[in-house]
T-cell receptor, first 122, second 111 residues
Framework: GAVVSQHPSWVICKSGTSVKIECRSLDFQATTMFWYRQFPKQSLMLMATSNEGSKATYEQGVEKDKFLINHASLTLSTLTVTSAHPEDSSFYIC??????????????????FGPGTRLTVL | GENVEQHPSTLSVQEGDSAVIKCTYSDSASNYFPWYKQELGKGPQLIIDIRSNVGEKKDQRIAVTLNKTAKHFSLHITETQPEDSAVYFCAASRGYSTLTFGKGTMLLVSP
């Protein structure tokens, strides 16, 4: 259980175009999802927290108009990189929190990560 | 906010040896400490976690210890195998807050 998928696994786009990345919780309902970016040989950097049915909360320094997040259902969150530029090239990873696991005696703070999306902007 | 320091940044061991990775945190109110394993080109995978009301937790070859007084926690891997080679991240959080990650440790297990 607690499987998170991402699509696409990799994408190459031209500078100036927009790219949408999907994050899905396959076997649980995720009221909260998180979006991270990771540069080579570096740690995960939280970009934003996405709550179903409400606006995302962005971390300081992350442009909300450039990184659009939509969490329209309990199993799907999307990240759209608008007007992408080469400096946006990175590994984007989503994670999801399953609140039911907390109720079942597990750790509420468990986050299950997707496999990541490699974005390359030419 | 929370700050998590992780050491070492790289660790090389021979197959069968033990490996220990250590993390310290700054927020004494943090109460959840997960460890993730990330293989090249993949997302992080939760391998073990511990809450502040427990001092040690073990799952087969993997164990985590927590010292709340000193504000540090460690990952112990015994009888290492080549497939244990990966980057390991520790993290900490308080309540339902977001996770703060360490910078990661690249573990290399040589046959």
């Amino acid at each position: 259980g607690a499987v998170v998928s991402q699509h696409p696994s990799w994408v190459i786009c031209k500078s100036g175009t927009s790219v949408k990345i999907e994050c899905r919780s396959l076997d649980f309902q995720a009221t909260t999802m998180f979006w991270y970016r990771q540069f080579p040989k570096q740690s995960l950097m939280l970009m934003a927290t996405s709550n179903e049915g409400s606006k995302a909360t962005y971390e300081q320094g992350v442009e909300k108009d450039k990184f659009l997040i939509n969490h329209a259902s309990l199993t799907l969150s999307t990240l759209t990189v608008t007007s992408a530029h080469p400096e946006d090239s990175s590994f984007y990873i989503c994670s999801a929190r399953d609140p039911a696991r907390g109720l079942a005696g597990g750790s509420y703070n468990e986050q299950f990560f997707g496999p990541g999306t490699r974005l390359t902007v030419l | 906010g929370e700050n998590v320091e992780q050491h070492p940044s790289t660790l090389s061991v021979q197959e069968g040896d033990s490996a220990v990775i250590k993390c310290t945190y700054s927020d004494s109110a943090s109460n959840y400490f997960p460890w993730y394993k990330q293989e090249l080109g993949k997302g992080p995978q939760l391998i073990i976690d511990i809450r502040s009301n427990v001092g040690e937790k073990k799952d087969q070859r993997i164990a985590v210890t927590l010292n709340k007084t000193a504000k540090h926690f460690s990952l112990h891997i015994t009888e290492t195998q080549p497939e244990d080679s990966a980057v390991y991240f520790c993290a900490a959080s308080r309540g339902y807050s977001t996770l703060t990650f360490g910078k990661g440790t690249m573990l290399l297990v040589s046959p």
